[in-house]
T-cell receptor, first 114, second 113 residues
Framework: AQSVSQHNHHVILSEAASLELGCNYSYGGTVNLFWYVQYPGQHLQLLLKYFSGDPLVKGIKGFEAEFIKSKFSFNLRKPSVQWSDTAEYFCAVSVSSNDYKLSFGAGTTVTVRA | DAGVIQSPRHEVTEMGQEVTLRCKPISGHDYLFWYRQTMMRGLELLIYFNNNVPIDDSGMPEDRFSAKMPNASFSTLKIQPSEPRDSAVYFC???????????FGQGTRLTVV
């Protein structure tokens, strides 16, 4: 079964700083990759997703992620964070031949200080 | 569309009581998923349905948990009897065809005391 690893449990940074969250998965076949965000007290919302094509994916709220197949990675980035980006971020993977199940990483809590 | 609707938003119950969580998926979505979120285990898929039929319930922790989907617009997750370790946030999600477009509900925060 595939697994998803998120390297950072908690990231604290100041407004305008750049953000990069790591995500690695363990599956050798074709995968679909997702980043979800969960604002305090709210449900998960899709930030961006990768199915195929350009490995650099742009999502909502200025986020982007890069799929590097050789590294089994799908890191999330934002050049300049805002206080409103304070949230928990989840990487998720589905196996294309079985793409009705999402496996989530443990999540990374991002705290942006004003 | 109002999105995926879950009820109740919060539930506090005593150990041993039966708990029923409810979910109304987005109209037209033929996949429905139940997830549990805890600090220790993160987000776990409990069960999912396709066209009202349970497809994979391997994530259901034990026999105390059961889920039904009597029609395309309603699903329940029942815990009987409930235990303190069941305390978690339970999310329902629906998708139009595959999980590639899963929409999550607001979740039910369950506390078993």
């Amino acid at each position: 079964a595939q697994s998803v690893s998120q390297h950072n449990h908690h990231v604290i940074l100041s407004e305008a700083a750049s953000l990069e969250l790591g995500c690695n998965y363990s599956y050798g076949g074709t995968v679909n990759l997702f980043w979800y965000v969960q604002y305090p007290g709210q449900h998960l919302q899709l930030l961006l997703k990768y199915f195929s094509g350009d490995p650099l994916v742009k999502g909502i709220k200025g986020f982007e992620a890069e799929f590097i197949k050789s590294k089994f990675s799908f890191n999330l980035r934002k050049p300049s964070v805002q206080w409103s980006d304070t949230a928990e971020y989840f990487c998720a993977v589905s196996v294309s031949s079985n793409d009705y199940k999402l496996s989530f990483g443990a999540g990374t809590t991002v705290t942006v200080r004003a | 569309d109002a999105g995926v609707i879950q009820s109740p938003r919060h539930e506090v119950t005593e150990m041993g009581q039966e708990v029923t969580l409810r979910c109304k998926p987005i109209s037209g979505h033929d996949y429905l998923f139940w997830y549990r979120q805890t600090m220790m285990r993160g987000l776990e898929l409990l069960i999912y349905f396709n066209n009202n039929v349970p497809i994979d319930d391997s994530g259901m922790p034990e026999d105390r948990f059961s889920a039904k989907m009597p029609n395309a617009s309603f699903s329940t997750l029942k815990i009987q009897p409930s235990e303190p370790r069941d305390s978690a946030v339970y999310f329902c999600a629906s998708s139009p065809g595959t999980v590639l477009n899963a929409f999550f509900g607001q979740g039910t925060r369950l506390t078993v005391v």
